[in-house]
């Protein structure tokens, strides 16, 4: 696909730029230079759609400052259960505890993505993908610990549907790239309505 103006994903993610270049979106990675925790900080009391909005913003618009003219696409998650807000685990007793707070619930994830362009927000979306964990031992969650061993600090909810975390699971309601981080339907939808690719 060709493009007017340069297209540049504001994320070091594989699985981001895997969904882009499936695609068959041309474009370049660029890793933002923020510091999420200290922004997540300033939110207190935000809702878990905030929250994502706000980074994936602050994301493109850290790129967007080294960029001019081109179209920024900054994207972040977040999951949330009632009013918890999760983080990826730090050590196997963090993802055990959280594993087991998610046992025979339902937890959702949020996927926002913003575009923006010299310093301006020109669109921004949040979806939805709601998950629900099957009820779970403690026997089976050591011994799925055992298996997966370091993923789990790579992944908020300590799981990775792409691998043995979809045993974990009894239903899910959301699209594989709201999953994964990156709601590609409303972007390509956008950016073929703006014209940065071909429509």
């Known amino acids: 696909m060709s493009h ?33 925790r200290q922004i997540e900080a300033g939110l207190v009391g935000a809702s878990p759609d905030i929250v994502a909005l706000t980074l994936a913003k602050a994301k493109a618009l850290d790129v967007s400052r080294h960029y001019p003219s081109a179209i920024v696409i900054g994207s972040d998650q977040t999951m949330s259960l009632d ?11 963090e993802a055990r505890e959280s594993l087991l707070s998610l046992s025979d619930r339902t937890h959702r ?28 031992s403690e026997i089976f969650v050591d011994r799925y610990l055992d298996r997966v061993g370091e993923t789990v600090f790579g992944s908020v909810g300590a799981y990775q549907l792409e691998g043995e975390g979809i045993q974990l699971f009894s239903r899910i309601d959301g699209d594989y ?8 339907l409303p972007l ?5 309505a703006i014209g940065a690719i071909d429509g």
């Open 177 to 184: 790239f709201t999953i994964l981080g990156l709601p590609m």
């Open 188 to 192: 390509l939808d956008t950016l073929r």
């Open 109 to 136: 994830l949020n996927s926002a993505v913003a575009l923006v362009r010299d310093g301006e927000t020109l669109w921004e979306h949040v979806a939805h993908a709601d998950l629900t964990v099957r009820p779970l």
């Open 83 to 93: 009013h918890r807000v999760y983080h990826k685990p730090k050590s196997r007793e």
């Open 4 to 36: 007017s103006r340069p297209l540049i994903l504001a994320s070091s993610s594989k699985f981001r730029r895997m969904l882009m270049e499936n695609a068959g979106l041309s474009f370049e990675s660029r890793a933002a230079d923020i510091d999420e």
